[in-house]
Nanobody, 119 residues
Framework: QVQVVESGGGLVQAGGSLRLSCVAS????????MGWYRQAPGKQRELVAV???????NYGDSVKGRFTISRDNAKNMVYLQMNSLKPEDTAVYYC?????????????WGQGTQVIVSS
């Protein structure tokens, strides 16, 4: 079994910053991509950022230049530094880890952490 847990969400004013963290635990051989997704009320879940085990990253167009994804492979952790936050960034943010386990590759999701940006 693999568990993924996010932390770091909260309420922040527009223009402010937050840092999200995510840790994967369990029987893990290795982790391929790790990423952050978000879902706002009434909208579909969308990609925020993803990072490979080698450190290559991609971002959703709406967050480019404001958000930075990073990871610590030794700790099975991924981070999302969010700067210049806007009210439209308000959403539940989910962490996804592509985990190699003894029984194969598993796409594991966390429960989400709420981010609210006030205007």
């Amino acid at each position: 079994q693999v568990q993924v847990v996010e932390s770091g969400g909260g309420l922040v004013q527009a223009g402010g910053s937050l840092r999200l963290s995510c840790v994967a635990s369990g029987i893990i051989f290795s982790i391929n991509d790790m990423g952050w997704y978000r879902q706002a009320p009434g909208k579909q879940r969308e990609l925020v950022a993803v990072i490979t085990s080698g450190g290559s990253s991609n971002y959703g167009d709406s967050v480019k230049g404001r958000f930075t994804i990073s990871r610590d492979n030794a700790k099975n952790m991924v981070y999302l530094q969010m700067n210049s936050l806007k009210p439209e960034d308000t959403a539940v943010y989910y962490c996804n880890s592509q985990v190699v386990t003894p029984i194969g590759l598993r796409s594991s999701w966390g429960q989400g952490t709420q981010v609210i940006v006030s205007s």
